[in-house]
T-cell receptor, first 115, second 112 residues
Framework: AQSVTQPDIHITVSEGASLELRCNYS??????LFWYVQSPGQGLQLLLK??????LVQGIKGFEAEFKRSQSSFNLRKPSVHWSDAAEYFC?????????????FGQGTELSVKP | AAGVIQSPRHLIKEKRETATLKCYPI?????VYWYQQGPGQDPQFLIS???????DKGSIPDRFSAQQFSDYHSELNMSSLELGDSALYFC???????????FGPGTRLTVL
């Protein structure tokens, strides 16, 4: 069965510091991978996605993620965190779109940013 | 650009009452997904539709039903509400043959 694991429930970083949020997936075929961000009481905003090709993908707000098939990982990174990045981050994998394409989410990582 | 619209944004119901949540995807997005996010939880897939037909089903209680209409909007009907149904309900839309789901702001349902 497909699954997504985000090992870190909560991470605190200082403003200006670099960030890496971990995501591991379990999926039989080439996965469709996503990172979404959710601010308190808000909807889910797509940060970036990976389907194929270059394993380093760029997203909005200065985020990037690297797909590593050998490690079944899709970690999210940002070189310099801003206070406005404080939010909940969800990694997700989509089942094949010829199978409906539902998203399976990880448990989320809550990011706090210290001044 | 047009976004996904969900209504109402907030809903308060009593136990055993019914509720109807509505979702209006981005124009020409013909596939709709519903997700439920409990407090402190990740979103869980409930059900999806493509061209008015159910395309997939997840952990949706039998007390819930949903449908998609010819204009692609969708409604989630919830009956005999329980306290545990209190959650944030998201819908997402996708255009067939594309790969990204776009989420609405969610409906926060509180069952008292």
């Amino acid at each position: 069965a497909q699954s997504v694991t985000q090992p870190d429930i909560h991470i605190t970083v200082s403003e200006g510091a670099s960030l890496e949020l971990r995501c591991n997936y379990s999926y039989g075929a080439t996965p469709y991978l996503f990172w979404y961000v959710q601010s308190p009481g808000q909807g889910l905003q797509l940060l970036l996605k990976y389907f194929s090709g270059d394993t380093l993908v760029q997203g909005i707000k200065g985020f990037e993620a690297e797909f590593k098939r050998s490690q079944s990982s899709f970690n999210l990174r940002k070189p310099s965190v801003h206070w406005s990045d404080a939010a909940e981050y969800f990694c997700a994998v989509a089942s094949g779109y010829n199978q409906g394409g539902k998203l399976i989410f990880g448990q989320g990582t809550e990011l706090s940013v210290k001044p | 650009a047009a976004g996904v619209i969900q209504s109402p944004r907030h809903l308060i119901k009593e136990k055993r009452e019914t509720a109807t949540l509505k979702c209006y995807p981005i124009p020409r997005h013909d596939t709709v997904y519903w997700y439920q996010q409990g407090p402190g939880q990740d979103p869980q897939f409930l059900i999806s539709f493509y061209e008015k037909m159910q395309s997939d089903k997840g952990s949706i209680p039998d007390r819930f039903s949903a449908q998609q209409f010819s204009d692609y909007h969708s409604e989630l009907n919830m009956s005999s509400l329980e306290l545990g149904d209190s959650a944030l309900y998201f819908c997402a839309g996708r255009r067939q043959a594309t790969d990204t789901q776009y989420f609405g702001p969610g409906t926060r349902l509180t069952v008292l």
